[in-house]
Nanobody
Framework: QVQLVESGGGSVQAGGSLRLSCTASIWMHRMAWFRQAPGKEREGVAGIDVYGNTIYTDSVKGRFTISRDNDGNTLYLQMNSLRPEDTAEYYC????????????????WGQGTQVTVAS
């Protein structure tokens, strides 16, 4: 059973920064961050594979950075220049066979961590 545990969410002012972490119970080849705002679909934010290849949704390029520890079990999302529209529940996901940001590709999910950005 794969378990993913997120941490690091919180409330910040616009322009501020947060760092999210996700610890996986086993090594996973591809991991990603998704987010879901109230009343909206869950959307992919960023993904990474074991080789360090990354993918980002356009709205976070240049502001967010996804990375992972060398052991491959811990995933991070450094979020800078946060905007009110980044407010959402952020989820760690793993297990995709492709480095893409389609939620249907990921069988394993964490419980989520809330990020709130005040204007």
């Amino acid at each position: 059973q794969v378990q993913l545990v997120e941490s690091g969410g919180g409330s910040v002012q616009a322009g501020g920064s947060l760092r999210l972490s996700c610890t996986a119970s086993i090594w996973m080849h591809r991991m990603a961050w998704f987010r879901q705002a109230p009343g909206k679909e869950r959307e992919g934010v960023a993904g990474i594979d074991v080789y360090g290849n990354t993918i980002y949704t356009d709205s976070v390029k240049g502001r967010f950075t996804i990375s992972r520890d060398n052991d491959g079990n811990t995933l991070y999302l450094q979020m800078n220049s946060l905007r009110p529209e980044d407010t959402a529940e952020y989820y760690c996901a793993a297990g995709s066979t492709l480095l893409q940001l389609q939620k249907e590709l990921y069988p394993y999910w964490g419980q989520g961590t809330q990020v709130t950005v005040a204007s």
